[in-house]
């Protein structure tokens, strides 16, 4: 039974950094194409980044230059460093993973693609 467990979410000040992660079990992470997708109660989950089996990485534009998805295989755990925090970054984060995603849906970081989810790590980022 494939689960993922994120953790690390915190509370931090603007401009402040955070890393999440996400523990794979019951099958390797490489068997998996992952993503981070987060949610502000009462709006639509957002794709903030996905990366590929073959470690291609794509990022909402919000995230752009800010946040870095990584995955270590060896570990079964999936990586989202996340720098210069806003408030705007605040919501529930949820890693995401499926075995085959299209590379399309991927790019789009479409969160319905995904079949497995974690419980979700709340980022707080306070002004």
């Known amino acids: 039974q494939v689960q993922l467990v994120e953790s690390g979410g915190d509370s931090v000040q603007t401009g402040g950094s955070l890393t999440v992660s996400c523990v794979v079990s019951?099958?390797?992470?490489?068997?998996?194409?992952m993503g981070w997708i987060r949610q502000i109660p009462g709006k639509e989950r957002e794709g903030v980044a996905t990366?590929?089996?073959?470690?291609?990485?794509t990022y909402a534009d919000s995230a752009k230059g800010r946040f870095t998805i990584s995955k270590d295989n060896a570990k079964n755990i999936l990586y989202l460093q996340m720098s210069s925090l806003t408030p705007e970054d605040t919501a529930m984060y949820y890693c995401?993973?499926?075995?085959?995603?299209?590379?399309?849906?991927?790019?789009?970081?479409?969160?319905?693609?995904?079949?497995?989810w974690g419980q979700g790590t709340q980022v707080t980022v306070s002004p």
């Open positions: 990366i590929a089996k073959d470690g291609t990485a």
């Open positions: 995401a993973a499926d075995y085959i995603v299209p590379r399309p849906a991927l790019r789009r970081m479409a969160p319905g693609v995904f079949g497995y």
């Open positions: 019951g099958d390797a992470s490489s068997n998996f194409d």
